[in-house]
């Protein structure tokens, strides 16, 4: 099926860093949603983008629709510990199945 | 705030054996999905429903998988017989609509077979 590249698989920061991360694929996509799920519990949406280009913020987070619609961004600006988690990208393909494509998560690990 | 519920959180069970996960969604949402999420991956759409009608059941084993949605509001995901891969978050997720995709996801269903 189609696949999301998340990357990178995982990130360890000092506190008060900023972080970023992205979500790449050969296909277009015409929705992008980032979501961060903690341990054994289910995903919280974060931010939630429609059309290319667009830039969301959400407190801290910022997140970008690429204009090439194959890609998005997301950015954390001074990570503080209850960041921790798995940031998921999920994208909306522009053909076919209307279902979400998750990518395989960004983990992202914090020193105090 | 408002949210989706599902239950039990955790599931041991043993292979060959049934199991069946429940899941209330967001009030007002006609959309219901169930994923699975097996660990260090991302999740993966089983079946979808749009009021009590599945839309997409694409990705889900027929075979021994099911899942109803009665009156279109909560929604029963069971497997009969459990196989050992069957091991995996079961996660349940509800929209406002069909056309709205953002999902909003419950805590999940801990799923262990042994």
């Known amino acids: 099926g189609q696949q999301l590249n998340q990357s990178p698989q995982s990130m360890f920061i000092q506190e008060g860093e900023d972080v970023s991360m992205n979500c790449t694929s050969s296909s277009i996509f015409n929705t992008w949603l980032w979501y961060k799920q903690d341990p054994g519990e289910g995903p919280v949406l974060l931010i939630a983008?429609?059309?290319?280009?667009e830039l969301t913020s959400n407190g801290r987070l910022t997140a970008q629709f690429g204009i090439t619609r194959k890609d998005s961004f997301l950015n954390i600006s001074a990570s503080i510990p209850s960041d921790v988690g798995i940031y998921f990208c999920a994208g909306r393909l522009i053909q076919g199945a209307q279902k979400l494509v998750f990518g395989q998560g960004t983990r992202l690990t914090i020193n105090p | 705030e408002a949210e989706v519920a599902q239950s039990p959180r955790y599931k041991i069970t043993e292979k060959s054996q049934a199991v069946a996960f429940w899941c209330d969604p967001i009030s007002g949402h006609a959309t219901l999905y169930w994923y699975r999420q097996i660990l260090g991956q991302g999740p993966e759409l089983l079946v979808q429903?749009?009021?009590?009608?599945?839309?997409?059941d694409s990705q889900l084993p027929k075979d021994r998988f099911s899942a109803e949605r009665l009156k279109g509001v909560d929604s029963t995901l069971k497997i009969q017989p459990a196989e050992l891969g069957d091991s995996a978050m079961y996660l349940c997720a509800s929209s406002l609509v069909r056309a709205s995709y953002e999902q909003y996801f419950g805590p999940g269903t801990r799923l262990t077979v042994t």
């Open positions: 983008l429609y059309k290319a280009g």
């Open positions: 429903f749009q009021d009590e009608s599945v839309v997409d």
